[in-house]
């Protein structure tokens, strides 16, 4: 008797766990797909189904799996098209992956690309509950504009976008100045990333139109410190007083090669970042946009490497910025700002990252006086809905 | 004797064939390719060597081959590597492409993605030796800016680009005003082409250096009439007065299909896009930008389908543009323009494309009494190339 009762509670065990498990099939495409195209898709509970046209192929994989982690292998329906769906819902949020054909890497034709790891890669979205504070709205909407910057130190013409909220441009408003908020990518990651994975302009077109802050201007620019790495750049041509014999002639090939830049990589590899952004951008974005070109209203933030990289330089140029953020990009202790005036202190990071330690500095910081800010992103890890959610967050701490 | 005279001279034909066809081994990475990419190649006769990595594939194309046409198949080197060369030089200029595994279409790893035919497509340039009127040189620059715009037409939020020319942000330069020129991009591209394929802020930026013409602002928006196909396009969250039944909720998949959006279609089938673009484009940009707002200084080009866009907005809409621009993109007759005022008329072609076409169009107006000016590019067919060196020529003609 007992061993059937355990049984029949074994099996509704089974079929408890077998209910939480069943997959809703009322898959939509990915919002991030090209035009016209229906798959990738995902589901209301977060799966993600791929299918792939890959005719004469043994085995194709996609990276993307369970939680975001490990991979999910298609099978063949037949005609060369093979499909598979991940093994459980995904996190909510931007995810980066690519196709594995019998082990050659290829991007999904499906969806649009965005550059992480050093390589465009394939992107989708996972629909999050709380998509409205960056979804695209009837308001009021920013410019984000690309400048070309000579680097007197790296002997190249570098990129940067240049968000510059809504009324920037109207004939009442140009004697209106605007802080400024220097925000980098993370590794592997370029300037476009805060734009196309993190919709800095559309957060920031929200909250100005729901009137939760002041406009501020934000400078995204390449930081990668290997420039080698300078994503989707043309080799510059010097000017002729600069030309070196490595310079492209007219109609030769440009003798430049991305991965070998002459000259700039040692120079890089020494501060090179912090002298391009410090001594040639900031005068650059200071001499070109009607900013308030002082400490107080400039402020340095970068997420993951780019958190590393606002730690070392605000901390190296501590008469630059006046407000710090480090979004998954590590902490400040007591004794590193030991005497310096500070007016915002942000760090974050996901729940499924270090929160523990995050709160504990943020605590530190608080009890030594400084005017920190802490922010946990519930249910997400080390990827973009975490760093959407920070800056949401943090721009309405800025400037304050 | 005669025979072995006659031997010899083949012999003779037949090496000088061979080394007329002899490929140079000075391949140098495509300028377009992905950071730290080697391949695809390109010598300075025009060749490109393109290698994959497909372990276990049967066949490797590559949609690109003798001029541009055709393709080119690739030969197995061992380990996955594919490898092939074209047949011959390519036309100079920028060439789209992709990669066929066993007939599966994908990109190729190794370059950068542009958007044709509807798809983001991999991109290769071969250097052209007139390349130096686009080049990146340390001059001042302007920028390209992305504006945001509602469209009430078509309910959803649309992307522009705006080139404003170096020095519009200088606190100096804030009471001038500036020409504008909506310039259309062709049948599957989207509003990113002028400036990726088309480098029409580098030419603007060179052409104001050198003192050849006097700054004005180029406009590039979405042109394809099909809504259905807009790029790179997020479903726009409609603001709550106007939420349908199909618009997303917080929390949920966006429900607009970018094959299928609510209501779009059929207006966009109905002189939609001469709507968005002359009743709605136009108007924010007058308001937004330091344009001067007349006729006389308002001029509309496109490529290709876009200049089918021009040529029928243009007619339909005399008030509003007093500069018309056809590239690669039909003619105007003189009974079109019966009894209009246009202040200037550009027609250009490849010389590949139509140039008896184009000539011929271009007197029969200047005989008319219109200031009418013809472009043919040499050696190129219908292909940025010959659209680059188009703007080159027609900006030097606008606004005189």
């Known amino acids: ?22 997959i809703k099939e009322d898959f939509k495409p990915n919002e991030l797909n090209q035009p016209g195209q229906e798959y990738p898709m995902v589901n209301s509970q977060g799966y993600a189904r791929f299918r792939i046209n890959a005719p004469g192929a043994a085995e194709v994989k996609v990276s993307l799996g369970l939680g975001g982690q490990g991979g999910t292998t298609l099978k063949h329906l037949g005609d060369g098209i093979w499909e598979g769906t991940t093994a459980g819902p995904m996190d909510e949020g931007f995810h980066y992956y690519h196709v594995s054909i019998d082990g050659g890497i290829f991007n999904d034709p499906g969806t649009n690309n965005y550059y992480g790891s050093t390589r465009w890669e394939s992107g989708i979205e996972i629909p999050a509950h709380d998509a409205d504070f960056y979804a695209e709205k009837n308001v009021p909407h920013g410019n984000v504009q690309q400048v070309l910057f000579w680097s007197e130190s790296t002997k190249q013409l570098r990129k940067a976008f240049v968000y510059t909220p809504a009324g920037y441009g109207d004939k009442k408003n140009q004697k209106v100045k605007y802080p400024v908020l220097y925000l980098q990518h993370g590794w592997g990651e370029n300037e476009y990333a805060w734009s196309n994975q993190g919709h800095a302009n559309l957060i920031m077109d929200n909250l100005i139109a729901e009137g939760k802050i002041k406009p501020f201007i934000i400078v995204m620019t390449y930081g990668m410190t290997n420039e080698g790495f300078r994503p989707g750049a043309r080799p510059a041509a010097r000017p002729a007083a600069q030309a070196a014999p490595a310079a492209p002639a007219a109609g030769q090939a440009p003798a430049a090669r991305p991965a070998r830049p002459a000259g ?32 107080k209203h400039r402020a340095m933030a970068g997420l993951s490497m780019g958190g590393m990289e606002t730690h070392s330089i605000t901390l190296a140029r501590p008469e630059v910025f006046g407000s710090y953020g480090l979004l998954s990009g590590g902490t400040y202790s007591v004794e590193e700002l030991e005497g310096r005036k500070v007016d915002y202190i942000f760090l974050s990071t996901g729940e499924k990252e270090s929160p523990a330690q995050i709160n504990a500095a943020v605590e530190a910081l608080k009890a030594a006086g400084y005017n920190a800010e802490g922010h946990v992103s519930p249910g997400t890890a080390h990827e973009f809905l975490t760093w959407r959610r920070a800056l949401y967050t943090m721009a309405q701490g800025l400037f304050k």
Chains 1, 2 share one sequence.
């Open 1 to 22: 008797m007992k061993k059937s009762v355990f049984s029949v509670l074994a099996a509704m065990a089974i079929c408890a766990g077998a209910n939480a498990q069943e």
């Open 264 to 295: 700039g990589m040692s120079m890089m590899l020494n501060n090179g970042f912090e002298t391009v952004l410090v001594d040639e951008l900031v005068p650059y974005i200071d001499a070109n946009f009607r900013t308030i070109a002082d400490k």
